[in-house]
């Protein structure tokens, strides 16, 4: 369940940054009436890609998976950056969000198993996949 929460919040987060407003679909249509209002970014925010986050940070995923999967240092990642845009001028969420976010990044770094390359243009190197 933390992979599939982790994933519906990066997925809304993405949408959310794209367009501002998007349909907010929680469940199964239980018709062929596919018209879904859209529902305000906060409220996106607020009500699937905060709490969905949460959720999986209480998961015991591994901290760091070779394989591609979720892992805790994503979902931490992740976490970070939601928190740095919600308290930005997009949603204007309040200073106590930056502070959500810098918690979260210290842990990423504390935690460590993550690193950049040397050079920036080393990643287009096929070596380096």
């Given amino acids: 369940m933390a992979e599939a929460r982790t994933m519906r919040a990066l997925y809304y987060f993405y949408l959310v940054r794209m367009y501002g407003a998007v349909p907010k679909v929680t469940e199964t249509p239980k018709d062929l009436n596919l018209s879904v209002p859209r529902t305000s970014a906060?409220?996106?925010?607020?009500?699937?890609?905060?709490?969905?986050?949460?959720?999986?940070?209480?998961?015991?995923?591994?901290?760091?998976?070779?394989?591609?999967?979720?892992?805790?240092?994503?979902?931490?990642?992740l976490l970070a950056d939601?928190?740095?845009?919600?308290?930005?001028?997009?949603?204007?969420?309040?200073?106590?969000?930056?502070?959500?976010?810098?918690?979260?990044?210290?842990?990423?770094?504390q935690n460590g198993g993550y690193s950049l390359f040397p050079e920036y243009t080393d990643m287009n190197k096929p070596a380096n996949k």
């Fill in 42 to 77: 906060k409220e996106i925010y607020d009500g699937i890609i905060i709490p969905d986050l949460l959720a999986a940070e209480k998961s015991t995923l591994p901290w760091k998976d070779p394989s591609g999967k979720v892992s805790m240092g994503a979902i931490k990642s």
């Fill in 82 to 109: 939601v928190y740095l845009t919600y308290a930005g001028a997009a949603i204007n969420g309040g200073t106590q969000f930056y502070a959500e976010s810098a918690k979260r990044s210290l842990d990423v770094v």
